[in-house]
Each structure stands twice: as structure tokens, then as C-alpha cells.
T-cell receptor, first 111, second 119 residues
């Protein structure tokens, strides 16, 4: 069945450094790739997304890249801050109502 | 707008007990979902609904039931609680596909979660 693999499961960076989280999807029909941020005790919140007809999208310190051929997409956070510490989920959607989530990456930003 | 509101936030159940997790949204979204999140795992879809009166099974529906009598409400029922149902449960919704910017159509809005322990 459809699957989204996410790496790493845990990531620790120094404040100001960059963080990169990578995902791979299996369903070639996937055409929408959102990223969610989950803070402690809260529900996931959409932070950025990318559609299959776009290779890269940037929003201030966060950016997403998509390689459709390799079925890879990545989240890049630059100039990390302590408030970026959270669990990040990638997801892939192929239409319909089914969004497949990765297992999550716990990001720690050390001050 | 309050968004997606789910209750209770925390609950301890004994094996075999029943309970209902309540979920309501005030954004007039047609689509609603229930997910569970196990420690270190991603989100698994339990049930979803595309509108009032219509529900369907997700990836892990066993042991659960849902109903959707109104657009706003989507309760999740556990009939005979089992330890395997210990998890964090998230209710979510997303907008009608028509009449909105594409990005807004696809975004899923989550509640804050319900922590359920079955002992």
C-alpha cells in the first residue's frame, strides 16, 4: 500500500544552524505534499505545502523541495530558533480523502 | 472561530468500558476525520466523513464507530475499550473543495488531541 518514509526520527541542531528533514513516498499518483508542525500537547498545524507541478517553495525561513522522479521531498529550516523545536510530519496526498503521514521527526534546537 | 474542538482532553478507561470522543468544528467544513497517533508513529486514519450522513472506514477502523448527523459534529465511539486503543486521538476537518483557493481546499485542520489510556 501507499507509504511515506521520513528521516531522521530525531534531529538536534544548534540555534542558528539549518535543519533538513527528508521524506520519500511510494504512490506515484501523489500530487500534494504538506508539512505539519506539532508542538507539545497540541494538534499538528500546516506550515507549508507544495504541489507536484512545483519543484521548490519558500516561506521566510522554511522551504520545501520536491523531486518527483525520485519521489523525494524535503523540508529545510534555516536560522533555526528554539521555538522551532517540535515534531514535524510530512504527508502525501493523491486526491480523494486519503493523506498518508510520515512517522514524524522530533527537532530539538539547542540555544 | 474556535476551529476544531474535541473533548475530553484526557481520559482513563478500564478494559471493556465504552466512551465517546466528541468533536465539533465551526468552519463549515464538509470533510471530517479521526486519526490516532501512537508514540513515535505517524497519524493513522480511523474514520472519515465527506458530509452529514456519510461516513467511511480509514486504515484502522476496528473497535471504533462514528456518526455524522450534522456538518459540525463527528463523534468517535469506542464500544469495548482495549489496551491497544491507548493512544492520542485527533479530530480534524478540511474545507469543501469548491469555491476556495486550492491550498485552502487541501489543508487539514486538527483539534488539540485527546489522550486516552485503557488499563
Amino acid at each position: 500500500g501507499e507509504n511515506v518514509e521520513q528521516h531522521p526520527s530525531t534531529l538536534s541542531v544548534q540555534e542558528g544552524d539549518s535543519a533538513v528533514i527528508k521524506c520519500t513516498y511510494s504512490d506515484s499518483a501523489s500530487n500534494y505534499f504538506p508539512w505539519y508542525k506539532q508542538e507539545l500537547g497540541k494538534g499538528p498545524q500546516l506550515i507549508i505545502d507544495i504541489r507536484s507541478n512545483v519543484g521548490e517553495k519558500k516561506d521566510q525561513r522554511i522551504a520545501v523541495t520536491l523531486n518527483k522522479t525520485a519521489k523525494h521531498f524535503s523540508l529545510h529550516i534555516t536560522e533555526t530558533q528554539p521555538e522551532d523545536s517540535a515534531v514535524y510530519f510530512c504527508a502525501a496526498k493523491a486526491g480523494g480523502f486519503k493523506t498518508i503521514f510520515g512517522a514524524g521527526t522530533r527537532l530539538f534546537v539547542k540555544a | 472561530n474556535a476551529g476544531v474542538t474535541q473533548t475530553p482532553k484526557f481520559r482513563i478507561l478500564k478494559i471493556g468500558q465504552s466512551m465517546t470522543l466528541q468533536c465539533t468544528q465551526d468552519m463549515n467544513h464538509n470533510y471530517m476525520y479521526w486519526y490516532r497517533q501512537d508514540p513515535g508513529m505517524g497519524l493513522k486514519l480511523i474514520y472519515y466523513s465527506v458530509g452529514a450522513g456519510i461516513t467511511d472506514k480509514g486504515e484502522v477502523p476496528n473497535g471504533y464507530n462514528v456518526s455524522r448527523s450534522t456538518t459540525e459534529d463527528f463523534p468517535l465511539r469506542l464500544e469495548l475499550a482495549a489496551p491497544s486503543q491507548t493512544s492520542v486521538y485527533f479530530c480534524a476537518s478540511s474545507p469543501n473543495r469548491q469555491g476556495l483557493l486550492l491550498r485552502l481546499r487541501r489543508a487539514i485542520y486538527f483539534g488539540e488531541g485527546s489522550w486516552l489510556t485503557v488499563v
